[in-house]
């Protein structure tokens, strides 16, 4: 599961950077930025559910190996 987890966190990674080169920053809530825009936060959103997944298993086996 951390495998899969870390590949999933790479991908989010991947895909915040690929959202931020369609930012155009003359007119960020216009067209593909505000695509771009709208994958950022997403990407977000996910990355942090994530990491909440993640700490929710570390917690989970350290409380069952004590």
Same mark, same amino acid.
């Given at each position: ?7 999933? $966190?790479?991908?989010?990674? !991947? +895909?915040? /950077? ?22 950022? $936060?997403?990407?977000?959103? !996910? +990355?942090? /559910? ?17």
């Amino acid at each position: 599961m951390k495998i899969f987890t870390s590949i999933l $966190v790479v991908m989010t990674v !991947a +895909l915040i /950077i690929f959202n931020v080169t369609l930012l155009d920053y003359n007119n960020l809530f216009e067209g593909d930025s505000l695509v771009g825009l709208i994958g950022i $936060v997403a990407a977000f959103c !996910a +990355l942090c /559910i994530l990491i909440i997944f993640r700490m929710s298993k570390l917690i989970e086996h350290k409380t069952r190996n004590h």
